[in-house]
């Protein structure tokens, strides 16, 4: 079994919808959680990053972790076809020396159509 | 504030051929640094990191090899490649203890021929 789970997609929406993704865990000791976005043939970039359960918000975008449950979602608002892109969850485990080893899912790809 | 490059963006090797993929981060001292794959379709596997210079620590024996010979520098090689080495590779960055998030570049796509 996979450490973090994620539907890899594709997921095709109409443009303003509301998104969700979402990534399933096993290891209850993940403590740190990250999503991000990543466009074709780019780097990920840094959309979220959030270590405790409840939600945070950041314009269009709500991140939500629920640890009794070992899930975690992304949702976004009014979505946009400049949202196109692979989105990718990630999760760190509490590190004693320097240095942070994430764990990814598999990443989901998001088509928005205008 | 920080940056982070890598060069080239695409590369195509003849199998059997060298290979130096060079990461620098810029706006920033005693970065930690990390060299990924990332296979199509799949998520990313993480090769190597450096919380330092000369200090390097391998995740999964295979065909490359990393140093750090300055501390926001970090080279990514191989002495021979295989045609297993073809993929998108890219290199990371992050600050302090080990809860902070990783930056990345926009990669090296790498195709042996």
């Known amino acids: 079994q996979k450490e973090v789970e994620q539907d890899p997609g594709p997921l095709s929406v109409p443009e303003g919808a509301i998104v969700s993704l979402n990534c399933t865990y096993s290891n209850s000791a993940f403590q740190y959680f990250m999503w991000y976005r990543q466009y074709s043939r780019k780097g990920p970039e840094l959309l979220m990053y959030t270590y405790s359960s409840g939600n945070k918000e950041d314009g269009r975008f709500t991140a939500q972790v629920d640890k009794s449950s070992k899930y975690i979602s992304l949702f976004i608002r009014d979505s946009q076809p400049s949202d196109s892109a692979t989105y990718l969850c990630a999760m760190i485990l509490p590190q004693g020396t320097s240095g942070s080893r994430l764990t990814f899912g598999e990443g989901t790809q998001l088509t928005v159509n205008p | 504030s920080q940056t982070i490059h890598q060069w080239p963006a695409t590369l195509v090797q003849p199998v059997g051929s060298p290979l130096s993929l060079e990461c620098t981060v810029e706006g920033t001292s005693n970065p930690n640094l990390y060299w990924y794959r990332q296979a199509a379709g799949r998520g990313l596997q993480l090769l190597f990191y450096?919380?330092?210079?000369?200090?390097i620590s391998s995740e999964v024996p295979q065909n490359l090899s990393a140093s750090r010979p300055q501390d926001r520098q970090f080279i990514l090689s191989s002495k021979k490649l295989l045609l297993s080495d073809s993929g998108f590779y890219l290199c990371?960055?992050?600050?302090?203890?080990?809860?902070?998030?990783?930056?990345f570049g926009d990669g090296t796509r790498l195709s042996i021929l």
């Open positions: 450096s919380v330092g210079i000369g200090q």
């Open positions: 990371a960055w992050n600050r302090g203890s080990g809860n902070q998030p990783q930056h």
